[in-house]
């Protein structure tokens, strides 16, 4: 059983190549008004955008309705549509606990990072990226360049893969092929993101963001009336397959509670998410975030379980043909059970779930490059503006044209990314901005630390040298490790040069 | 408190590596392992929260979503563990799902939206940020910025994670 929950984790960020056309008439049209509104969205954002603050954290204007869709759109990538349905097709009930943790998590997320970050813009007006808040907290240039290498790393990976599963998504859309599908998509995402930078991306996943949720909850709808209703459903698999119907699936319960670990706790070292609190105008509007974005990740999060369970009953049932893999389910059962103008929203919505990473990713990504990297060396650029939308376009390009490549490769960059995020950021982040008594040596130890174990552990387990038992992931056990050196070194250097925090930031760490 | 929360995470990350060492030995307690990983994961969410959630040593009423996370994802994964397989023959749904899985979807998953969420908006203008606090912070932006206007700088002290001090760095803003 791990050795097929593996492949299907791969698949994570990657629809399988051969999803079943969607070129249908009304499905086309559809995708193609899609396409004209996100464009239309970049035009009118591009005209906004006048310096890097716009560029990077949209001007710092965003109302709470605006960030509240733009992280649920970050957080959710294609995986929800089709990866995420495919894996509880697969692997029955254990794969939920992948999103299970969202109800408590963007609440914890807004105790440890939100009001933290959104008054560090309050002193410190000229942040901008997860590396500035880790840099100015630490006093700590070699942090900053870490976390911003770090974070360079995992959205190269991220971005190949979701550059590749845009290209497989378009060509099912329109039929032109997955070379153009790829090309299509990262002409259209960069169109937006290298002229409007994030405010595009904000005004676009507000867009985008609704489409999801309207489109998942109709979708569930038909789930229900195709199944007979959840109870129908229940009832057929367990004649048939009870293990999947158990809390962990055909998981081991190890396994299954490991994702539940990584994607809850991880959550808290995510930066294309989690940056965006700097973009709230006003911090007291944090008050009804977390409740707004679980509720709305609840609502879009309906199709990843609906058509997971509802698909696998109507297989076992006899009334859907077998899958010849897993990322089939969405698609068909779209094709199968919903009308074709539904079918044409949700696929643009995959892509539009895809497009919202990407934005996120390439934004961050740029950030790096321009930002972080070179405040890490002492060489900070005169125009962030302009080298940023050269640092979005060269990205973009570097990941097409990795896609093109795909297979091994984009499967593997794509592993890791979730993980590398939080085993670097998370103890240096989140803890680091909540306890004065961390360390700048605590903060680079664990940085490193998370950085070097899941690459290597990582790139084990892919080419099958060595992985960890019971199917637990190596990036859960870097996780851990890196809290541990993080409080070990902290404890060990306190006292030191490395434990003085400026009064600034002090404030905002007491408050 | 904070020495509380602190060691929380502490034991709660030793669990969790308790409980991946143990994967290495499935034999030995098969039960063991993945319930140490539930009440670790439990330990390191409730644990943090305290650390970031606590004002001056106190929680105040924050206490009831700290408890609730333990009992529901810590408590509620080691029942899950411990539950008997589902058994095919026996035909009790709850809403729609078997015992174990209704558990799994409905308490661990859904019910904390009715709780966590909801104590960060209840409590958030008295324990989270107060317009006090906010004040407080944006004064001493102000200040930040009349100094740095004051010394000529253009850069205010400690900004973009330049250095200001301690051994890794040139010690002093650009």
Same mark, same amino acid.
């Given at each position: 059983m791990i050795s097929r929950v593996m492949p299907l984790l791969q698949s994570v960020e990657m629809p399988g190549a051969d999803l079943p056309g969607m070129a249908r008439t009304e499905i086309v049209l559809i995708g193609i008004a899609y396409f004209v509104v996100v464009a239309a969205i970049g035009a009118w954002a591009t005209r906004r955008t006048r310096n890097a603050q716009d560029f990077y954290v949209a001007g710092h204007g965003i109302g709470l309705f605006a960030l509240t869709l733009a992280a649920m759109s970050a957080t959710l990538s294609g995986f929800a549509f089709i990866g995420g349905p495919g894996l509880v097709f697969s692997v /029955? +009930? /254990?794969?939920m606990l992948i999103i299970l943790p969202a109800s408590i998590t963007n609440a914890l997320g807004a105790w440890v990072l939100a009001k933290r970050l959104r008054l560090l813009r309050e002193v410190r007006e000229e942040v901008m990226t997860i590396p500035d808040a880790i840099g100015m907290r630490f006093r700590s240039p070699a942090a900053q360049g870490l976390s911003g290498l770090a974070i360079l790393i995992a959205v190269i990976g991220y971005m190949a893969t979701n550059v590749l599963a845009l290209g497989v998504v378009i060509d099912a859309l329109f039929g032109i092929g997955l070379g153009w599908g790829v090309w299509l998509g990262t002409a259209v995402v960069v169109g937006y993101s290298v002229a409007g930078g994030i405010l595009a991306g904000i005004y676009a996943d507000v867009f985008q963001g609704t489409l999801m949720a309207v489109a998942s909850v109709l979708v569930f709808l038909f789930v229900l009336d195709a199944g007979g209703g959840l109870s129908g459903i229940s009832t057929t698999i367990l004649q048939n397959d009870p293990g999947f119907m158990s809390p962990w699936g055909h998981l081991t319960p190890l396994a299954a509670i490991s994702f539940f670990f990584v994607f809850g706790y991880g959550s808290l070292g995510q930066p294309h998410v989690v940056h965006?609190?700097?973009? +709230? $105008?006003? &911090?007291?509007?944090?008050?009804?975030y977390p409740l707004l974005v679980t509720a709305a990740l609840i609502l879009a999060t309906l199709l990843y379980f609906g058509v997971g369970v509802a698909v696998k009953a109507l297989v076992t049932s006899g009334e859907m043909s077998p899958l010849s893999n897993p990322d089939e389910a969405t698609p068909r059962f779209l094709l199968e059970y919903t009308p074709r103008i539904l079918a044409g929203i949700v696929f643009s919505s995959v892509a539009a779930a895809i497009m919202s990473t990407v934005n996120s990713f390439l934004n961050i990504g740029a950030a790096a490059v321009t930002h972080d990297l070179p405040v890490a060396f002492g060489r900070r650029l005169r125009d962030e503006l302009f080298a940023g939308r050269i640092a979005t376009l060269v990205i973009s390009l570097a990941a097409a044209v990795t896609a093109q490549f795909s297979g091994q490769l984009v499967a593997f960059l794509g592993i890791f990314g979730w993980g590398l995020f939080a085993s670097t950021l998370v103890p240096a982040l989140a803890l680091g901005l909540n306890w004065t008594g961390a360390t700048r040596e605590g903060a680079v130890a664990s940085i490193g630390t998370g950085l070097v174990l899941t690459l290597a552990l990582e790139t084990l387990s892919f080419f099958g040298v060595w992985s960890f038992p019971a199917g637990v992931t190596a990036s859960a056990v870097t996780l851990v490790l890196s809290i541990l050196v993080f409080l070990a070194v902290s404890a060990a250097t $306190?006292? /030191? &040069? /490395?434990?003085e925090i400026d009064e600034d930031i002090r404030l905002i760490m007491e408050v | 408190m904070k020495r509380l929360a602190l060691g929380g995470i502490l034991l709660s990350a030793l669990l969790l590596a308790a409980a991946y060492g143990l994967a290495f030995l499935p034999e030995v307690a098969p039960r063991l392992a993945p319930s140490l990983l539930a009440l670790g994961t439990a330990g390191a969410l409730a644990g943090t929260l305290v650390l970031a959630a606590q004002r001056d040593g106190r929680l105040g009423i924050l206490w009831v979503p700290v408890v609730f996370i333990v009992l529901v994802v810590g408590g509620g994964m080691v029942a899950l563990i411990l539950l008997p397989p589902v058994d095919p023959a026996d035909p009790t749904l709850v809403l729609g799902l078997p015992p174990g899985a209704a558990l799994l979807m409905y308490g661990v998953g859904l019910l904390p939206t009715l709780v966590v969420p909801v104590a960060y908006a209840l409590t958030f203008d008295r324990l989270t940020l107060s317009s006090e606090d906010l004040e407080r912070v944006r004064e001493a932006g102000r200040r930040r910025r009349s100094e740095a206007e004051a010394t000529g700088s253009g850069s205010p002290p400690g900004g973009g994670g330049v250095e200001t001090g301690g051994p890794e760095g040139s010690g002093g803003p650009p």
């Open positions: /029955g +009930l /254990g794969a965006k609190f700097y973009m +709230l $105008r006003d &911090p007291a509007r944090l008050k009804w $306190r006292g /030191g &040069p /490395g434990s | -």
